[in-house]
């Protein structure tokens, strides 16, 4: 087999990291015949062996897409079934969404959600309603069309040496014990995000899991999320701790993070399947989201939530007022976040 295979990886980084199983399974089967579309920051993160087949895509599609036989698009988007079809890429193999087909000459329908929403689950979302699954899962059978199969379906990030020293100098740079024991807390968000887990219950979680066990306190923050940090920070002086969101840490250095760390509280965002896909214990808040998206490989997570009319409804931003605005986050009570943190940490620990 001679085909030259495109691969368009997606720009949010929770479904990148769900697709490393499947990109781990393309890379060994074309080898230089593959090519990785992706946003450059994700380049960090690719698996071994993928380092000389990626094209950073920031902006509107290249000449990266020219000259190959096949186009698998991980993503839903339009625009990525319309780079394929403009660069008459003779074979082209995506979801069958939101108008995409005609543009695909394998278009795979996705499963979709019958009868009523499943009891404290889900919303009722308009016509048509798609079941929610993981990404994993979709990327892998998309992949089968190639003849590709997955044989080990978890998500594994590999932590180079260099980028475990270059965490722990910076973390000693900031005045954090060799050694010392610590948890790392993601705690930025984007503004009005109905992802974000308010910064003053973030505080007294982080609080009660340092009471309990002595863990020291690390933040850490994605670009452009610093404010957030700085009002945890701001909430738990004079505590020590350690805050790098300035500058944010490249997703690299995240993941040599969590490697590092005992244990990663976090919201349900990118930076939550990072930590899992590096073999963290993770402790999870999940509001907005879907837990079905995302229900595979928990072994080592524990998922935090309330029941709320309204969720989960899969939205950026919170469309309601008053006291029913960011009820799903709002409500979570950091006793039970540190409860949640508590069990993995004594699941560790032992009996």
């Not at 393309?26 to 087949?53: N, Q, S």
């Not at 932590?159 to 014990?177: C, F, I, K, Y």
Request: net charge positive; aromatic share 4%; hydrophobic share 45%.
């Amino acid at each position: 087999m001679s085909e030259r295979v495109l691969v368009r990886l997606p720009s949010w980084l929770g479904d990148f990291v769900a697709c490393e199983p499947t990109v781990r399974a393309l890379v060994a089967r074309f080898g230089e015949r593959i090519t990785l579309v992706a946003p450059r920051r994700f380049f960090e993160l690719l698996p071994a062996g993928a380092a000389t087949c990626v094209a950073a895509e920031d902006g509107e599609p290249g000449p990266a897409w020219l000259g190959h036989d096949v186009a698998l698009l991980f993503t839903g988007s339009f625009r990525s079934a319309l780079a394929a079809f403009r660069a008459r890429i003779p074979r082209r193999i995506g979801q069958a969404r939101d108008g995409r087909m005609l543009l695909l000459t394998e278009a795979v329908a996705p499963a979709r959600e019958l009868g009523d929403v499943p009891l404290h689950v889900g919303v009722a979302g308009r016509f048509p309603r798609w079941l929610p699954r993981p990404v994993s899962v979709t990327a892998s059978e998309l992949a089968a069309r190639l003849g590709v199969f997955v044989r080990d379906p978890r998500p594994r990030l590999e932590v180079s040496a260099a980028l475990v020293e270059r965490a722990r100098a910076r973390l000693l740079a900031l005045g954090l014990a060799p050694n010392a024991r610590f948890v790392l807390a993601n705690v930025g968000a984007r503004a009005e995000s109905a992802k974000a887990y308010p910064p003053e219950l973030f505080a007294r979680t982080i609080e009660l899991v340092f009471e309990r066990h002595g863990l020291a306190p690390v933040l850490v923050c994605g670009p452009g999320e610093d404010a957030a940090c700085t009002e945890v920070e701001r909430a738990l002086a004079p505590r020590p701790l350690v805050s790098l969101s300035r500058p944010a840490p490249s997703l690299g250095e995240l993941a040599a993070l969590c490697a590092l760390s005992e244990l990663v509280l976090t919201a349900d965002n990118g930076p939550r399947h990072v930590a899992q896909a590096v073999g963290a214990r993770v402790a999870v808040v999940c509001g907005p989201t879907d837990p079905r998206h995302t229900h595979a490989h928990q072994e080592r997570t524990e998922l935090v939530r309330v029941r709320v009319p309204c969720g989960p409804c899969h939205r950026e931003l919170c469309e309601l007022v008053g006291g029913e605005r960011h009820r799903c986050m709002r409500e979570v009570a950091p006793e039970r976040f540190a409860e949640a943190a508590e069990r993995l940490l004594r699941g560790a620990e032992g009996p």
